[in-house]
């Protein structure tokens, strides 16, 4: 069993910054891409930034420049550091991580529980 823990979200004024934490525990052979999505109210969820197992990286056309996505293989985990909040950045933000469970068995991905990022103008 896999479990995801995300962590970091709350409320900040516009132009300011928050980091999520997303750590994964618990059967784990090999961890491959991480990612972070979101959901705004009303609409679909979708790609915020997502990192390989190599390091690289790619972002939505929106978070360019004002996101970082990172990750820490010694522990697991994913951050997301957010700069220049905008209200439209407001959402629930979703860890997604693909993992390998078992040497020879395929990757699952895993969601995080969500965690709720609202920026105020």
């Known amino acids: 069993q896999v479990q995801l823990v995300e962590s970091g979200g709350g409320l900040v004024q516009a132009g300011g910054s928050l980091k999520l934490s997303c750590a994964a525990s618990?059967?784990?052979?090999?961890?491959?891409?991480m990612g972070w999505y979101r959901r705004a109210p009303g609409k679909q969820r979708d790609l915020v930034a997502h990192?390989?197992?190599?390091?690289?990286?790619n972002y939505e056309d929106s978070v360019k420049g004002r996101f970082t996505i990172s990750r820490d293989n010694a522990k697991n985990t994913v951050y997301l550091q957010m700069n220049s909040l905008k209200p439209e950045d407001t959402a629930v933000y979703y860890c997604?991580?693909?993992?390998?469970?078992?040497?020879?068995?395929?990757?699952?991905?895993?969601w995080g529980q969500g965690t709720q990022v609202t920026v105020s103008s």
């Open positions: 990192i390989n197992k190599s390091g690289a990286t």
């Open positions: 618990g059967s784990i052979f090999s961890i491959n891409t």
């Open positions: 997604k991580v693909t993992i390998q469970t078992r040497q020879w068995q395929r990757e699952s991905d895993y």
